[in-house]
Every structure is written in C-alpha cells, then in structure tokens.
C-alpha cells in the first residue's frame, strides 16, 4: 500500500536560507510520481513540483528543487533563498500511475519562516 | 487559470443536520473529487468522480455520499453530520485520469456542533 511520511511536524528558517522538508515514500509499484504541494494560510492547495519514477535528473521549479533518492525512497523539497511568503503547511503526496491510482498525502510539514 | 471554487468557506452545522458541501470548476474538466483534511493525518480521499453520475469511493467515504448530476458540479452530502465530521473539506479536480496534478479549491472549514 502506498503512504508518505514526513517526519517534521514544524520547521522554522531564517529568512533568505534555505530549508529541506523531509519526505518518504513506501510503493510497490515501478511507475509512480511524487508531488509537493504549499497550502498558505488562505487554504488552497498550490502545486510546487514533480518528480516522475522514471526521471533522471532532480526536478527544479524557481525556488524548488526536489531531492530524489529512488533507492532510499526519499522525495526531499529543497527551497532556495526562504522568503516570508514561503511560510505554509507542505504537503509530499505520490500517485501511482499503473492503475490510475489517486493521491495519497503525507501529513504535512509547517515551515515558518523567521524575518 | 483554471478555478475550483467552493461555496461557503466557513460553516457550522447542528449535530443530525443534512450538510451539503458544494464545489464548482470552470475548465471542463473530467474528474472531481473531495479531502478532507485533519491535523497529523494530512488529505484523505472521501470520494471521487470521474463522469456525470459516476462515482467511486475513496479511502473514507463513511458517513458521506456525493453528488455529480452536472460535469461542472460535484457535491459533498453529510446525510446526519456528527461531530467527528468537523474538518476541512477539499475539493479538486483534473482534466482527466492521466493528468500529472490537480489543481484544489480553498477549502471549506466545517464545524459541527
């Protein structure tokens, strides 16, 4: 069965340091993607980042960059340069494409950035 | 942009209520589904739909059944809320089953009471 798991409840970085979030991941199945996703304090969802199982190279979005360690089965988000805007609950989630499968969601990490 | 939007952002209910949650998307897309979302447990699937009329249940539809009579609309029903039921409540959608994301709307914050 799938799951995520995301071992820091909160974090706290200075502002314009960077900051891992730490994320791992239990599948059986060979074809698969990994996703974080930012919710501010208005609630919505926002997508960050993908990485598929098959990719090669580390994905990078702006800021974001996604640690991807297959064989330890790891999905770290790496932000870049914190700004107080990045302050939010993150979610690591992961689909299973074989059988269409839907989102499975860890349980979030607070990051709180500090001016 | 696609636009995913709830219709109350706030609500509390009465314990035995009948509760409908209502969730909008603009871009045609095909499937909708709804989270709730509770502190230390994450998103957890209720249920999804991939078609007008069709439906599936997800990780806990307990307690909850759903609406799809338009492509548009998909609704979330509490037949007699509880107060177990007090969370967030997320909708999304995707524009289809082999679509990488989804995109979410904010959210509606139900309390029971």
């Known amino acids: 069965a799938q799951k995520i798991t995301q071992t820091q409840p909160g974090m706290f970085v200075q502002e314009k340091e960077a900051v891992t979030l730490d994320c791992t991941y239990d599948?059986?199945?060979?074809?698969?993607?990994l996703f974080w996703y930012k919710q501010p304090s208005s609630g919505e969802m926002i997508f960050l980042i993908y990485q598929g199982s098959y990719d090669e190279q580390n994905a990078t979005e702006g800021r974001y960059s996604l640690n991807f360690q297959k064989a330890r089965k790891s999905a770290n988000l790496v932000i870049s340069a914190s700004q107080l805007g990045d302050s939010a609950m993150y979610f690591c989630?992961?689909?299973?494409?074989?059988?269409?499968?839907?989102?499975?969601f860890g349980p979030g990490t607070r990051l709180s950035v500090l001016p | 942009d696609v636009k995913v939007t709830q219709s109350s952002r706030y609500l509390v209910k009465r314990t035995g209520e009948k509760v409908f949650l209502e969730c909008v998307q603009d871009m045609d897309h095909e499937n909708m589904f709804w989270y709730r979302q509770d502190p230390g447990l994450g998103l957890r699937l209720i249920y999804f739909s991939y078609d007008v009329k069709m439906k599936e249940k997800g990780d806990i539809p307990e307690g909850y059944s759903v609406s799809r009579e338009k492509k548009e609309r998909f609704s979330l029903i509490l037949e007699s809320a509880s107060t177990n039921q007090t969370s967030m409540y997320l909708c999304?959608?995707?524009?289809?089953?082999?679509?990488?994301?989804?995109?979410f709307g904010s959210g509606t914050r139900l309390t029971v009471v």
């Open positions: 999304a959608s995707s524009l289809s089953q082999g679509a990488i994301t989804y995109t």
């Open positions: 989630a992961m689909r299973e494409f074989l059988y269409g499968q839907n989102f499975v």
């Open positions: 599948t059986s199945d060979q074809s698969y993607g």
